[in-house]
């Protein structure tokens, strides 16, 4: 917080007779936030929020996210409208920027990230050192690590036309990086990028063209990836976001830190969940199916969750999920699907869930991932793909936010602390003595 910002109020603290006055401080929007940074100096004591459900890490202009009315803002643009109106790169300029770009400024940030999507030489020799079968995700994580090895000239934190040549670099080049991880994993030849595309067409030409024939840009199914980037732009300080920050705060370099983010990005309870979420649908099968897998979710022995139900942040519909169900029955209808079985158990499962006390009770709604899995699979995409789409979507988000957190003043390195409940100090006994 920027030392010139006055404080709304004072919270008082006492800890073992001891007081102490704490500032708060309001946002623009959400709630207002106690200052804690004296306590320990002042009190000798630490705060405890293992998951940090109270916490808030850093100060950011970027997203909102107001969970309990489902509500998504980037730059105070909702979410729907930015799905429904713009395209990924005006959402990019966006969020890196802050404003929605004129015509000039689009046209011109356009130009420059469809002129640098092409990789080094090298770095497609870099990628046979996996192997075949290796997860594209395992060679997102290796393939933007390794970014660093290659560009040298944009490694330097703390020099801002450095930083925004890495933002173009990152944004440009991902998609070619997880086309390529998808054509290294299939066998197939690599695609190399058109500068005539826009940046979704791009990538599904990227992914789908072979050498042996012309591949054609279906327009809906553009439209539709375009619109799951939008989707998964930015999200706040989630797991992955506060990876991305947490690396760069000791001034890791830019790379590493992206790259740091989609390890954190691949788990399950994350970016894995469409993944997993698609997985569920095909194990339950068929409607018949359903009661049984609730009451197993229900009874919790088998540690089953709903997968593509429920968020740390929405005790509400998920808004993003409501713009992916849409797009879901768009590319269901471009590609002729109108009798997918995983449909139905998805549509009957929500409604299921949505009308059973377990799962409104304990606030749990379907989010994005519940409809992106079966609208990735209508597209063509296999799952291993689902987390890959996610990273390049929201590599945007991740160099937005540790971009501006190299501008906040009041950043340092992340250090968090802990409550100690391990042995106290005792003697070493020598190994022929235990
Ligand atoms: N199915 C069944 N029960 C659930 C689920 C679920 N999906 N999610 C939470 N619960 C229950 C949980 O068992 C607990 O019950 P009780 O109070 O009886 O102990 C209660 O709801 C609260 O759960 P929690 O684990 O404390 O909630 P959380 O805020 O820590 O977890 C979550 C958030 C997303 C990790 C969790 O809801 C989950 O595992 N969902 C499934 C995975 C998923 O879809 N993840 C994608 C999130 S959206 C994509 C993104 O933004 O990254």
Redesign the pocket.
């Known amino acids: 917080m920027d030392s010139n910002v006055k404080p709304n109020g004072f919270a008082t603290i006492e800890v073992h007779g001891k007081k102490l006055e704490l500032p708060i401080y309001s946002g623009t929007d959400g709630p207002d936030v106690i200052d804690i940074r004296k306590l320990y100096a002042s009190l000798g004591v630490f705060t405890y929020d293992p ?1 940090f ?1 109270s916490t808030a890490s850093c100060e950011s202009q970027i997203t909102y996210i107001d969970g309990d009315a489902g509500i998504l803002l980037h730059r105070g643009y909702p979410i729907s409208q930015l799905a429904e109106k713009s395209n990924f790169l005006e959402v990019c300029y966006l969020l890196l920027k802050g404003n929605l770009p004129s015509e000039t400024e689009f046209s011109e940030f356009s130009n420059l990230i469809t002129r640098h999507t092409m990789l080094h030489a090298q770095f497609d020799r870099f990628f046979e050192g996996f192997r075949r079968d290796a997860h594209p995700m395992a060679v997102m994580v290796g393939a933007v690590g390794a970014l660093s090895a290659f560009y040298h000239d944009s490694l330097d934190v703390d020099d801002p036309v450095q930083r925004v040549i890495t933002q173009h670099r990152l944004i440009a080049k991902i998609p070619t990086i997880a086309a390529r991880a998808y054509k290294y994993w299939i066998g197939q030849p690599f695609v190399s990028p058109r500068n005539d595309l826009d940046y979704a067409s791009n990538f599904l030409r990227m992914c789908f063209a072979v050498p042996a024939e012309e591949y054609v840009v279906n327009p809906v199914l553009a439209k539709a990836m375009e619109k799951i980037f939008i989707l998964h732009a930015d ?1 706040e300080q ?3 976001t506060s990876t991305v920050r947490l690396a760069g705060s000791s001034e890791a370099n830019p790379f590493a830190c992206i790259a740091a983010g989609i390890a954190s ?1 691949w788990g ?7 993944e ?2 698609l997985n569920m649908l095909i194990e339950i099968g068929h409607v018949d199916n359903i009661p049984a897998f609730i009451e197993k ?2 009874n ?1 022995e088998s540690g ?11 005790k509400n519909y ?1 808004p993003r999920a409501t713009v992916m169900q849409k797009a879901a029955h768009e590319v269901f209808k471009a590609v002729g699907m109108k009798d997918d079985p995983l449909l139905d158990v998805a549509i009957e499962l929500e409604r299921i869930a949505l009308s059973d006390p ?2 409104i009770d ?3 709604y379907p ?4 409809y992106s899995g079966i609208t990735l699979r209508a597209m063509g995409f296999p799952v291993e793909m689902f987390t890959v789409l ?1 990273a390049l979507a929201r590599t945007v988000g991740w160099i937005a936010q540790w971009s501006e957190m190299n501008e906040d003043a009041a950043q340092k390195i992340g250090r968090p602390r802990q409550v100690y409940t391990g042995a106290t100090t005792r003697d070493y006994v020598d190994i022929k003595k235990r």
């Open positions: 998951g459900t999200h989630n797991a992955s990005l399950p309870a994350h970016g894995g969940a469409n997993a979420a979710v229900k919790k089953v969750r709903l997968m593509g139900f429920g968020h740390r942040v929405y998920d377990y799962f304990r606030k749990l989010n994005i991932d519940f996610f």
